[in-house]
């Protein structure tokens, strides 16, 4: 039963919509699936109409409710359709790319009580799974378009599966066997929409299902848009009648800030983006915190202020979209920060502009001293290498040196 | 791992043998504590027992619904047993999960000692009768947990928190009796099928209504769904859709109730899984709800008397659980279930009394009562003291404790003597007509002193003939008898305790010296000093010493020594008179130094209030003239702003700026011959 039934419930924005099927159909999957749109009374323009294009596709079918019944209605109408499939609740604002639908069929058959699956998505498009940054608020526009991002999701964080407590509609696969024992949305609490798959979700946790997010999908979510300007007030109406239902909703999600569960998967994207940054260079200098965020290509600051050892951090001019990337206290992390440098494919640390930095470092130069393995203080510069771990690939070599002095 | 139940069983007959054929997949043992069942259900679990030696259950003769009790008596021989996990489940719920093994699983990767179990109401798609359901059909459910979950905990929660109590309705468990209970953590959901036929929800509610209005420590609140599911089905009848809506959100169910039909509303489904035979055996004859009320009525129930509020314990004694009322220590922990025989090699004092052991209890006699409660007993404070210091006894006990005054004297000469006694203090604390009635805020009062002065020393609250089944025989050394003091009540009272004195048992009674109402404790003493060797003092309303014990035992030395020498009796009785009448006489000294010091104090404050009244007209006049003084300010404020408003008019360049008009009207009033007008000058 890996086949897979993919439900858009439509309503109005046939763009958005078009577009969103477009990305369905076109992206690079394995899996087979199904796509059933469903016009939930649409009164912008005839559904049908608008996707003739689509309907020579034999994947796709296109219904049309008689009357707008509301979301949750739309996506039971879907979830009823074919009871032999997961079904995948799909908004209309989203965007989807390559393999994705690999990799989130692989998070639900990963365990047996598997109950929903969730993308990466952008800033503001899930208040669970979104990158960069955990917090709602201020998008961040990256310097990278979202189709490489799920590249470099997929490249990087693919075995990557975090429990959450609960997921967000906007890209839900779910588990058929969990709505055969808890069953459908909730169209009697939540006739509008808004709050009726994390309640489906916390239904389900209840009865010890899980919850994962997808590392290795990323999908944007136009959010915002699903509901237009309805969206506060369903909100506001919504939050009541979710808290009388689960008591347990504030402490869950005050829980799932405070841990963070979704942090490492950040950062790994965040080192995914780096690399791409980096290009084919394998050095990278240590420059003061001032200098650093001039810089274009990613260089490791130096930020003496922040404690009496100093503090490495990766930094360029782009450092406020990479929220997610590790500080190095020194020397306690030095270790850490070598492995990571290996992850991210340097080879060497460099040491230039003498002055500024090597004074700084002078300061703890005895905390130093075992990790550093060579050291030439006319040009200063020195790598840092595990000195447990010696072997050659980190030893210095002699044409290195001479391009550097260069 | 070893997983047990607990289940508390009242005619079930519809589903008992589901609930066993379901659940024992699940489970090392299902202990059960059976109500008496006169429907077939005991049938059923003997039959099972038979066949399987899983299935273990006890007797509960109590007409009352003792749950929170019972649970606990079940649990107590489960972890006995050598239980891991314990579930308290009812007849009507089966565990949720595939197989042993993994229930074995989650267990050991929960990672938590106590498990919520969420309810999942089942409804049944087709109702049975009073006697009958099938529990193979297809169930209905909303999709969505209750908010009721039932409990299951560890033997290592269990052994460290040994006071731990599991609620009524097995809902909750506190860690201690006072405690907030535990917090929630889900855990295997539970199958619930509380609605099976009209018939059967009705008298369950009903004869549920019924049990807990019996219990002594029922509290409010407890159980009132039933009271609403009986009003449901009297209002709404019983239809199927009326009962399917009460399934639905069992005990949460909204006022007022919707009908529903679950097919309709599409609705997720659930089918148990197990091997359930179809054909019941004819184990007994089918009752109907109303000739089984009356079969109950009928059964030989166990009397239960507890005052309201007591705290209770049930232990399992043989083949029934019993309920006794538990022996609290002053810090609220449990004490020991039950109090057993002293040792008869015990020798108090070395032989003979020597001087040193009578200059002891001269210093015994010294020591003051403990705490400022004040009684009748206070004078006798001094002679149990002594006592004490002679007897060396090592348990205590009080029949009517009332605020405490006599106990916290027996526990304080304990401390200070130092001998290691056990104090029990037994009382319902609901007064009686000679002391008073009296409120809870006396035992309150009581309870809140002795977690203070004495947080190891005991109490129970009970009546005296339910608490007396606590003591074994020859289990007490001194036991005070200060009940109600009528005739019969101290005599019953001495039938009912003497066979629990020890070889070294004294009996202490108060009041033997007070003859008005109906006070009888004199012509009891009268006639049982006959029989015993005894001694008494007259004052503070009279204290008769009785000895029953051993009469070769050592402390029977001091009462022969007393009836030997009559003179002496009469010495160390005048003694202790006349340091009563010293203490009197000193209170006395003390009470007029008192109002001696109260009326200077009086003095004082007349004196006080004078000043005071001087002072308050002191200050009313300096405010009088700080009124005057900022009239006149004021007045003189007004008197300089008009003099300036004055001068700015007089000094206005207005003035220079119109000369020329009154100098030409001048000018003509010259040629008009008309008298010229003056204006005053500028400043």
Redesign the interface.
């Known amino acids: 039963m890996a086949s897979i039934s993919i439900i858009i419930p439509i309503f109005n924005q046939l763009e958005l919509a078009k577009q969103c099927l477009s990305s369905v159909l076109n992206a690079k999957v394995e899996s087979r699936f199904k796509v059933i749109c469903i016009d939930d009374a649409s009164t912008d323009g005839i559904v049908a109409d608008a996707f003739r294009e689509y309907l020579s596709d034999d994947r796709v079918s296109i219904w049309r409710n008689n009357s707008n019944v509301g979301f949750t209605q739309t996506a039971n109408r879907g979830l009823q359709a074919l009871p032999d499939t997961h079904p995948l609740l799909l908004n209309s604002d989203t965007v989807v790319y390559d393999h994705w639908l690999d990799v989130m069929i692989e998070a639900l058959e990963s365990d047996v009580q598997v109950c929903s699956v969730n993308p990466v998505t952008n800033q503001n498009g899930s208040h669970i799974s979104c990158y960069p940054r955990a917090k709602w608020g201020e998008v961040h526009r990256l310097p990278i378009s979202d189709r490489k991002l799920a590249e470099i999701a997929f490249e990087e964080a693919r075995s990557i599966f975090v429990p959450v407590h609960t997921n967000v509609g906007f890209c839900m696969l779910i588990n058929r066997r969990s709505?055969?024992?808890?069953?459908?949305l909730?169209c009697e609490h939540f006739p509008r929409g808004y709050g009726e798959e994390s309640d489906f979700c916390y239904?389900a946790r209840?009865?010890?299902w899980r919850h994962l997010v997808a590392g290795g999908v990323f999908v944007t979510h136009l959010h915002g848009k699903s509901f237009g300007d309805e969206k506060a007030t369903l909100r506001e109406q919504m939050l009541p009648i979710f808290r009388r239902?689960h008591?347990?909703q504030t402490t869950m999600d005050a829980a799932f800030r405070t841990r963070d569960p979704l942090n490492e998967l950040r950062q790994r994207l965040d080192f995914g983006r780096l690399k791409q940054l980096r290009g084919n260079n394998r050095m990278i200098r240590v420059v003061p915190l001032s200098a650093a965020l001039l810089d274009a290509e990613p260089v490791l600051a130096l930020d003496p202020t922040e404690n009496t050892d100093g503090v490495l951090r990766f930094a360029g001019s782009w450092s406020d979209t990479f929220p997610n990337l590790p500080s190095y206290r020194l020397p306690n992390d030095l270790e850490r920060l070598a492995l990571d440098l290996e992850y991210l494919g340097y080879q060497r640390v460099i040491f230039d502009e003498a002055g500024a930095v090597f004074n700084e470092i002078k300061k703890y130069n005895q905390h130093w001293r075992s990790e550093i393995v060579s050291f030439a203080d006319c040009e200063a510069y020195f790598e840092i290498c595990r000195a447990a771990e010696n072997n050659s690939r980190y030893s210095p070599d002699k044409e290195f040196d001479d391009q550097v002095v260069q | 791992m070893k997983i047990f139940s607990a289940t508390m069983i009242r005619n079930e007959i519809d589903i008992v043998e589901s609930f066993l054929a379901y659940n024992l997949k699940y489970f090392d043992k299902m202990l059960f504590a059976d109500m008496q069942s006169s429907d077939g259900t005991l049938e059923v679990l003997n039959k099972t027992r038979e066949k399987d030696d899983r299935v273990q259950y006890y007797n509960l003769p109590y007409l009352a619904k003792y749950q929170s009790e019972a649970v606990g008596a079940l649990a107590e021989i489960a972890f006995c047993e050598g239980a891991d996990w314990l579930f308290c489940l009812d007849a009507d719920e089966f565990l949720?999960s595939p197989d042993r093994g993994h229930l074995e699983r989650?267990l050991r990767n929960f990672g938590s000692e106590v498990m919520h179990l969420?309810w999942?109401n089942l409804i049944p798609t087709t109702y049975g009768s009073f006697n009958n359901f099938d529990i193979t059909q297809k169930f209905h459910?909303?999709?969505?947990?209750s908010?009721y979950v039932k409990v299951a905990f560890s033997a290592q929660y269990a052994m460290s928190n040994p006071d731990y109590i599991v609620t009524m309705g097995c809902h909750d468990l506190k860690p201690t009796l006072s405690g907030p209970p535990e917090g929630?953590k889900?855990?295997?959901?539970l199958f619930h099928i509380p609605v099976r036929s009209a018939e059967r929800i009705s008298y369950k509610a009903a004869n549920a209504l019924d049990l807990q209005g019996r219990k002594h420590n029922h509290c409010e609140g407890e159980g009132k769904h039933h009271k609403s599911n009986l009003y449901v089905i009297q209002d709404l009848g019983c239809d199927a859709a009326v009962l399917n809506a009460l399934a639905a959100d069992y005990g949460a169910t909204t006022d007022p109730l919707r009908p529903l039909d679950p097919a309709a509303l599409?609705?997720?489904t659930?089918q148990l899984e197990g091997h359930f035979s179809n054909s019941r055996s004819p184990i007994t004859r089918e009752l109907s709800s109303v000739e089984l009320r009356q079969t109950d009525l009928n059964k030989d129930w166990m009397r239960f008397d507890m005052p309201p509020g007591a705290v209770v314990r049930g232990r399992i004694a043989g083949n029934t659980i019993e309920l006794l009322p538990a022996p609290m220590r002053g810090d609220r922990t449990r004490g020991p279930a039950k109090f057993s025989s002293l040792d008869k090699s015990y020798v108090g004092r070395p032989r003979p009394l020597d001087a040193a052991s009578i200059v002891e209890a001269l210093v015994a006699m010294e020591m003051g009562p403990p705490v400022d409660v004040f009684s009748a007993w206070t004078d006798l404070v001094p002679t149990q003291g002594a006592l004490f210091s002679i007897l060396m006894p090592r348990r205590y006990v009080e029949l009517g404790v009332h605020n405490g005054m006599s106990f916290f004297a027996a526990c304080s000469h304990s401390e200070r003597l130092n001998l290691g006694l056990e104090c029990i203090g037994i009382d319902s604390w609901e007064g009686d007509p000679h002391a008073g009635m009296h409120s809870s805020a006396v035992f309150d009062d009581f309870q809140t002193k002795l977690s203070r002065l004495f947080p190891g020393q005991m109490y129970i609250q009970g009546y005296f003939d339910e608490v007396s089944k606590l003591f074994q025989d020859s289990s007490i050394d001194i036991l005070h008898v200060d009940g109600f003091h009528s005739y019969d009540a101290v005599r019953h009272d001495f039938e009912m305790w003497r066979p629990k004195m020890s070889n070294r048992g004294v009996m202490l009674f108060h009041d033997i010296n007070v003859h008005e109402r109906d006070f009888g404790v004199w012509r009891f003493w009268e006639e049982i000093t006959d029989e015993f060797p005894h001694t008494s003092v007259a004052h503070g309303h009279g204290l008769g010493i009785l000895y029953v014990g051993d009469p070769n035992s050592d402390a029977a030395e001091l009462f022969q020594i007393l009836r030997k020498n009559p003179i002496l009796e009469r010495l160390s009785k005048r003694y202790l008179e006349a340091k009563i009448h010293q203490q009197h006489q000193q209170n006395r000294k003390f009470a007029a130094l008192k109002k001696e010091r109260d009326e200077v104090i009086a003095a004082n404050n007349k004196e006080k209030d004078k000043v005071i009244a001087a002072n308050k007209e002191r200050d009313r006049a300096i405010a009088a003239k700080n009124e005057m003084a900022r009239r006149l300010a004021h007045a003189e404020q007004k008197i300089l702003e008009s003099t300036n408003a004055f001068y700015s008019i007089a000094n206005d360049k207005w003035w220079t700026r119109t000369q020329i008009f009154r100098k030409t009207s001048n000018i003509v009033r010259k040629i008009k011959k008309r008298p010229v007008k003056t204006w005053p000058k500028r400043v």
């Open positions: 709505i055969h024992e808890i069953g459908f909730d239904r209840k009865l010890g239902l008591p347990d | 949720k989650t969420p999942i459910w909303t999709g969505r947990v908010q929630q889900l855990g295997v959901p599409n609705w997720p659930f």
